[in-house]
């Protein structure tokens, strides 16, 4: 077994293999998204935002009161979040055009590094044995990770730190 795969060396390259997966995608969303795209969805999730804030304010003023104007305008609102939100799983879905490319660059990475694709182990990594890649403090003791786990976390951390800094979330901020 080599020793590339054991702590802290496996750690560490998967770690640096999850920023450059996670900047790679980043730059390709940034790339074949459009800003205008990008913005048009922020300002639709705000506006829902705002929009169910006030809707919520207004059904429990109108229970509170008994006012029945003031309950057809919060179901009005509902109406309009509900349309909003509609245009806002629309344009989300354009940005999946996307995912094609970044998968398939997953799947390349992921070969190098494991060895294996789709259960298909094609050669023998110098990344994978027996122990596992990383350790975290954990509830009554040590949580140990697989490379899957690992990975997974480092890449879910990286991404959101990308996606924050290049302005890919869609959410509010």
Not at 85 to 113: C, G
Request: with cysteine; hydrophobic share 45%; aromatic share 12%.
């Amino acid at each position: 077994m080599s020793s590339l795969a054991q702590p802290p060396i496996v750690t560490l390259v998967v770690m640096f293999v999850s920023v450059v997966m996670s900047l790679s995608s980043s730059l390709i969303n940034r790339r074949f998204v459009p800003k205008e795209h990008r913005q048009k969805l922020k300002d639709i999730q705000r506006k829902v935002a705002a929009l169910t804030k006030e809707k919520t304010e207004n059904m429990k003023l109108a229970k509170s009161t008994d006012d029945k104007k003031l309950l057809k305008k919060a179901q009005k609102q509902e109406k309009q979040i509900l349309q909003l939100q509609s245009q806002s799983l629309s344009l989300s879905s354009k940005q999946f055009r996307v995912l094609p490319i970044t998968i398939s660059l997953f799947y390349i990475v992921w070969l190098l590094l494991t060895g294996s694709i789709l259960g298909f182990n094609l050669f023998e990594s110098p990344f994978m044995g027996p122990y596992p890649v990383a350790y975290l403090p954990w509830f009554g003791g040590v949580m140990q990770l697989s490379l899957f786990y690992w990975y997974l976390i480092c890449s879910f951390l990286f991404g959101t730190i990308f996606s924050r800094i290049f302005g890919l979330t869609g959410g509010t901020d």
